[in-house]
């Protein structure tokens, strides 16, 4: 009797099944009759609506379903509705294969158990310039495919609405499903919701959400003043705002959304935006190569987890004057900040508002230029958190004060694990910082040891690291696996190190840095884990490496450094075409570690050869963007013999001599890798003529002399193979 009813309660929505479908032609003003399901007749329909009351009406009707198989319908003007709605119960419109050119194609308003499935409704009402005002209500309605008013319990599924303003706009609206939806490439948003409570939202495609003049008021999925909604596992990329919540002037109202595996990344401005919103969980999200990751500015009881976070081109996680906050098993990667926490300036009716009572706990926070930034910011928490392999760990400025930091790992940070410049006591006991010398532990703290200034940092007791793997002495090269090497780009434009096992000099692979930034790139080296390096270099003169770039523009500056877990280093800088010379071919540079006048050797804190604990290489095209390989770095007592042999990027096949020619010629051409080469003669027909060399040859430059005598006048083309390259040259035979 119970599963009797469920199949009773599912139905109760559709017409009545002693309802017969007809099939009638579609015509303007078609009043359709409640308890009716029409079939239109396939067809192409030209249509307009100026009057703005719907091509088909269904007002103060129910249970009434429109089919519109193989029916296209266009629009005139991108004027008027389709289909309008009003006061109506258990409607379904489905199949329809094309309205285009509409205002909107279904417009539906102050109604219920309303279904809209299988049917493409792109091409409608669309701006591509223009800044939206998100506030606006329905009278400012933008266009596209279903707009509902004050309308509840509807669904919307297995739709395309494409190439318009708005997939679906959604005001005033509850219990609203929408659901396996194609929204996306829309010029304003994939869904559009203005105080819209209780809706499920999930599964769609609203990516590529954007438009030409400002990404900052458009994107996949807008959410004004609308509470307890879910959206989880939709498609959020490349658009201006991956999700847009704001509740500006009604931040009383709690949000209580929540948002659960989407994608936002990609998208110009924020992955995730949620302002003056409280309430709201992001967990399992990607908000990954966006301008932040997520924007939270005036937020306060939002919880951050379980997201991916990385490659992101200002900061990870952003928040102006937020309030009991938590972010936890958040993975933070390669971003300019991790977490930037800070009390921006006052925005009118908010001037009590202040930075305060964060959470941070195990996180991971690796490979950023900053893990967390704290400024102006009060009772800051950071408990459990790894904090690696970043440029600095914790920065502290202006009036903030952490309440606590404890039970974290610190590990492999380039300047400082934590950094405080406030006046303010840090309290950061029961901490691991990767190893138990407590000299170079308090090097690697900034307090009042090193600043007067400032509070004390006070981090004893802390937790004893297992004996690290010390590497003594540097491998003989370092840009072979498994070495370690992370990027950062100043900018966080997306910054990427990979190993190369075709373009290379030597050994198994060259490290390969491509970055769309060139905006003051860093790329450091680690040994493999869980060693630590502390080399003693006191008996090596030179630092040598190939270098090979990939420029649209030249590198403005470069510097390669040298340093300990004491926070000194040696920096080495060259004149900006040193670098350069490197652009299409291997270039072989030599550093002596003494310094010369080619390359410059100043020195910053404590730093001696006989105690180096990391290599930095820093290069500039001033956000130009570059490819970069390298190869062979290592460090010598004596300089290579081979230091000033440069190597093209690819084989090379210089033009013969003479060319034209008459009965000889010579070839001149360069082997990249040592191995098979192939070289022979063709005609214009593609037929070998001659096949000059077919073996095993060193990389080197290599010539010969090509015969011709048997050969007649005309046009023939010499080709080398090598190490999976071709190159070809014409060359003129005279007789």
Request: with cysteine; hydrophobic share 35%.
């Amino acid at each position: 009797m119970k599963r009797l009813l469920i199949v009773i309660l599912s139905t109760a929505s559709l017409p009545s099944i002693s309802s017969p479908q007809i099939s009638e032609r579609l015509r303007d003003n078609w009043q359709t009759p409640s308890s009716s399901w029409i079939k239109i007749v396939p067809d192409t329909y030209n249509v307009s609506d100026p009057e703005n009351d719907g091509v088909i009406q269904i007002i103060d009707k129910h249970n009434v379903t429109i089919d519109g198989d193989s029916v296209y319908v266009h629009g005139q003007s991108f004027s008027g509705y389709f289909i309008l709605i009003e006061r109506s119960d258990s409607v379904r419109i489905i199949n329809f294969r094309c309205v285009d050119s509409m205002y909107y194609a279904v417009a539906v308003k102050n109604s219920q158990h309303v279904t809209i499935g299988n049917c493409n409704f792109s091409g409608n009402k669309r701006d591509s310039v223009g800044f939206i005002d998100v506030w606006t209500d329905v009278q400012a309605a933008l266009g596209g495919g279903v707009l509902m008013t004050e309308c509840r319990s509807a669904e919307i599924s297995a739709n395309v609405m494409k190439d318009q303003n708005d997939g679906v706009a959604l005001y005033h609206c509850d219990s609203i499903h929408v659901h396996h939806n194609d929204l996306s490439w829309n010029t304003s948003y994939g869904v559009r919701m203005y105080w819209t409570d209780s809706c499920s939202i999930h599964h769609n495609n609203c990516s590529h959400t954007n438009r030409l003049t400002d990404q900052s008021d458009c994107g996949a999925i807008l959410l004004i003043i609308s509470n307890r909604n879910r959206i989880e596992h939709n498609d959020l990329t490349y658009s201006g705002d991956g999700i847009f919540l704001g509740q500006y002037g009604h931040h009383t109202i709690p949000n209580n959304n929540y948002f659960a595996y989407n994608d936002g990344s990609y998208s110009p401005h924020n992955a995730f935006e949620a302002t003056f919103a409280s309430g709201n969980v992001f967990k399992h999200n990607r908000a990954n190569h966006s301008d932040y990751g997520f924007w939270l500015g005036y937020s306060s009881n939002t919880v951050v987890d379980s997201n991916e976070i990385a490659h992101n081109h200002t900061a990870g996680i952003a928040v102006d004057r937020g309030s009991q906050n938590s972010f936890r098993s958040d993975t933070i990667y390669a971003n300019p900040t991790g977490i930037w926490l800070w009390a921006g300036e006052v925005i009118p009716s908010y001037e009590d508002w202040l930075s305060r009572l964060y959470m941070v706990e195990h996180c991971l926070l690796t490979g950023n230029n900053t893990a967390v930034s704290a400024s102006n910011t009060h009772a800051l928490t950071l408990a459990h958190d790894y904090v690696s392999y970043n440029g600095n760990g914790i920065h502290l400025e202006g009036s903030s004060s952490a309440g606590f930091i404890s039970n974290c790992s610190f590990w492999r940070n380039t300047l400082f694990h934590i950094e405080n410049t406030t006046p303010s006591e840090v309290h950061a006991p029961n901490n691991s910082f990767g190893m138990n010398d407590t000299l170079i532990i308090a090097a690697k703290i900034f307090d009042n040891n090193d600043d007067p200034s400032v509070g004390p940092v006070t981090w004893r007791p802390f937790l004893p690291a297992p004996p690290p793997d010390i590497q003594h002495q540097p491998p003989s090269d370092l840009t072979d696996p498994p070495s370690l090497w992370t990027v950062y780009a100043s900018d966080g434009q997306t910054t990427v190190a990979t190993w190369d096992s075709s373009q290379k000099t030597a050994g198994a692979a060259a490290l390969k840095i491509a970055t769309e930034s060139g905006f003051d790139v860093m790329i450091q080296y680690w040994p493999e884990e869980p060693k630590i390096a502390s080399w003693d270099l006191s008996g090596m003169r030179y630092l040598e490496l190939w270098l090979l770039a990939a420029n649209a523009h030249p590198f403005q500056q470069n510097s390669i450094r040298l340093g300990n877990e004491s926070g000194g280093y040696y920096s080495y800088d060259a004149a900006a075409d040193v670098f350069s010379s490197a652009i299409g071919r291997w270039k072989h540079l030599v550093i002596p570690l003494d310094g010369n006048a080619t390359w410059t050797r100043t020195s910053r804190g404590q730093v001696a050869l006989s105690d180096i604990s990391y290599i930095q290489i820093h290069a500039d095209t001033w956000d130009a963007g570059f490819t970069l390989w390298i190869d062979e770095l290592s460090f010598a007592p004596t300089q290579s013999v081979v230091s000033e042999e440069e190597w093209p990027s690819q084989i090379s096949l210089l033009e013969n001599y003479p060319n034209p020619f008459n009965a000889s010629t010579s070839i001149q051409y360069q082997v990249l890798d040592a191995g098979a080469v192939t070289l022979k003669i063709c005609d214009l027909l593609g037929r070998e003529v001659a096949l000059l060399v077919d073996d095993r040859q060193e990389r080197g430059t290599h010539t010969l002399v090509f015969d011709a005598v048997t050969l007649g006048t005309g046009v023939y083309f010499c080709t080398l193979q090598n190490a999976g390259r071709t190159a070809s040259r014409k060359m003129l035979l005279v007789k």
